[in-house]
C-alpha cells in the first residue's frame, strides 16, 4: 500500500505527494481555479480527486479537495481516506491509502470537456 495526498497551493497549484515527497510532476497548475487527479488501480478500481480554488459558494479564499466516481453507477474504492489540516492554512489535505499498483494521472482540460 501507499500514501497519497493531494491539496492546493497558493492560488494555482493543485499537488499530489506520494507520502511526504513530491516532484514537479505531482503537481499542476490549476486552469480556471478547478483541477482533477484520475487515480486508478489495475483492476480498475478509480476515483477522480478534484481541487477546486475558491469557488463563489463560500466566502473564503480557501481550497475545497473532494473525489468523484469515474461515472455513472460506479462505486468508489473502499480505500482508507481522510483529512488533514495543511500548515498553510488554506487547503485540507486528502489523504487516501492505496494499492501499490495505482497510477496517479493529471486530467487535462481537454480529457473532460464534451465533444
Request: aromatic fraction near 10%; include cysteine.
Amino acid at each position: 500500500m501507499k500514501l497519497l495526498k493531494f491539496s492546493g497551493h497558493s492560488d494555482d497549484i493543485f499537488q499530489c505527494t506520494f507520502g511526504e515527497t513530491a516532484t514537479s510532476s505531482d503537481e499542476t497548475y490549476v486552469i480556471d481555479g478547478i483541477h482533477a487527479f484520475l487515480v486508478q488501480a489495475d483492476n480498475g478500481d478509480g476515483l477522480y480527486v478534484c481541487g477546486i480554488y475558491a469557488p463563489k459558494i463560500i466566502t473564503s479564499a480557501c481550497w475545497v479537495v473532494g473525489v468523484a466516481q469515474l461515472g455513472e453507477d460506479i462505486p468508489l474504492p473502499s480505500w482508507k481516506t481522510s483529512y488533514e489540516n495543511k500548515v498553510n492554512g488554506y487547503s485540507p489535505i486528502l489523504v487516501i491509502q492505496v494499492p501499490d499498483d495505482v497510477v496517479v494521472k493529471s486530467v487535462e482540460r481537454t480529457d473532460c470537456e464534451a465533444a
